[in-house]
């Protein structure tokens, strides 16, 4: 839709018996994925497909509030 091909390769998943080493690795994954939904967004405006726009700014602000709360959970 965007112009692009879709994937299924994933990020590698991190495992480590410490809690906050967890929580640090799944922190960097939201990052990720707010800087990857930021990009869509651009993209769809440039299309000029607006409600597609929309809709991905919604998913970004759960992101950047998942993110929010495992910075309060580690202190930050």
Same mark, same amino acid.
């Given at each position: 839709?965007? +112009? +692009?091909?879709?994937?299924? !390769?994933?990020?590698?998943?991190?495992? !480590?018996?410490?809690?906050?080493?967890?929580? /640090?690795?799944?922190?960097?994954?939201?990052?990720?994925?707010?800087?990857?939904?930021?990009?869509?967004? +651009?993209?769809?405006? /440039?299309?000029?497909?607006?409600?597609?726009?929309?809709?991905?700014?919604?998913?970004?602000? !759960?992101?950047?509030?998942?993110?929010?709360?495992?910075?309060?959970?580690? +202190?930050?």
């Amino acid at each position: 839709f965007l +112009g +692009g091909v879709p994937t299924v !390769d994933v990020e590698k998943i991190y495992v !480590d018996a410490n809690n906050e080493t967890m929580l /640090e690795q799944d922190l960097e994954g939201e990052y990720t994925a707010i800087k990857r939904y930021k990009e869509r967004i +651009g993209q769809a405006e /440039e299309l000029q497909e607006y409600a597609l726009s929309q809709q991905l700014r919604t998913i970004l602000a !759960d992101e950047q509030e998942h993110a929010m709360d495992i910075e309060s959970a580690l +202190g930050k």
